[in-house]
């Protein structure tokens, strides 16, 4: 790996690319932070693959991609006068200090018991780290103004949904037993199938959204993703589709045309090919 120093070299090397791109290519001129959104969303939902796949080349690449993005809008705000990278990184490292007072040991922060007991050479657990967050979030000048205000309005809804639900733990809103979520997720699927009976589709909109969210619920408190959850099963269905798929071209007959038997079937081959790695 590579030294401090090195490290330092290569950053300031990609912001002196940057500066060059800025000045000379016209593409790069011409870009505001409006055009360049969404390419940042295109790259970050490509790093999020990479991440999901474990494919430890194309993260390189695409966290390349997206500090260069993080770069590039710092080099507007600096082109406006409003901030520059510099200010960037010492609002993040001056944030993530004043966060983490059972490293940092602010005096402020360690009148809360949790941290108080830190102090006293007691070593926090990651629950506690994260049950005095939203409190020393909303003790920011500029912090957030209620617990779930920091949940971005254009957040994915399985991540919003889980994100909420994680906030509200931070404060001591949450089962206690997380067994009891059974309970409530089966209550929301019986509301749901009686609304579909009812054919009220208004209603049964709610009712599927409240069935979500207790699903997700349940996901988190036993420590599953649900979004990696959904994106593994999404990943698994389009490699046995696409079994189904290559074995009616093989066999020149569209899939329309075939019975839902034959499909099946073929699903089926697929499944156990799975297990035996081989597709």
């Known amino acids: 790996m590579h030294t401090r120093e090195e490290k330092l070299e290569?950053?300031?090397?990609?912001?002196?690319?940057l500066d060059r791109l800025r000045k000379e290519c016209p593409w790069d001129r011409k870009q505001t932070n409006e055009s360049l959104r969404p390419n940042t969303i295109e790259e970050t939902f490509e790093l999020c693959d990479a991440l999901l796949k474990d494919d430890k080349k194309n993260i390189c690449k695409?966290?390349?991609?997206?500090?260069?993005?993080?770069?590039?809008?710092a080099k507007i705000g600096?082109?406006?006068?409003?901030?520059d990278i510099a200010d960037v990184c010492n609002k993040e490292a001056d944030k993530l200090i004043f966060r983490h007072p059972h490293v940092y040991g602010e005096a402020e922060s360690l009148k809360h018991s949790h941290l108080a007991q830190a102090a006293e050479g007691e070593e926090l657990s990651s629950k506690q780290v994260l049950e005095n967050w939203e409190q020393i979030k909303m003790r920011e000048k500029d912090g957030n103004k209620s617990?779930?205000?920091?949940?971005?309005d254009a957040l994915p809804t399985i991540i919003k949904a889980y994100r909420i639900?994680?906030?509200?733990?931070?404060v001591g809103f949450d089962w206690e037993d997380r067994q009891d979520v059974w309970a409530k997720v089966r209550?929301?699927?019986?509301?749901?199938?009686?609304?579909?009976k009812r054919e009220d589709k208004e209603k049964a909109?709610?009712?599927?959204?409240?069935?979500?969210?207790?699903?997700?619920?349940?996901?988190?408190?036993?420590?599953l993703n649900p979004d990696n959850a959904l994106e593994y099963t999404n990943q698994k269905f389009i490699r046995r589709f696409n079994y189904i798929e290559q074995h009616s071209i093989k066999a020149g007959k569209p899939l329309t045309e075939m019975t839902l038997g034959e499909m099946d079937k073929l699903w089926n081959e697929a499944k156990e090919l799975e297990k035996e790695s081989k597709i």
């Open 62 to 73: 695409e966290l390349g991609d997206v500090i260069m993005h993080v770069m590039f809008y």
């Open 165 to 170: 639900q994680e906030k509200a733990r931070n």
């Open 147 to 152: 617990v779930l205000s920091g949940v971005p």
């Open 205 to 223: 909109t709610k009712e599927l959204g409240d069935f979500l969210f207790s699903v997700i619920n349940a996901s988190r408190l036993y420590k």
């Open 187 to 196: 209550e929301e699927l019986g509301e749901l199938e009686a609304e579909l």
């Open 10 to 17: 290569a950053f300031g090397r990609l912001l002196d690319v």
């Open 78 to 83: 600096e082109e406006t006068g409003d901030f």
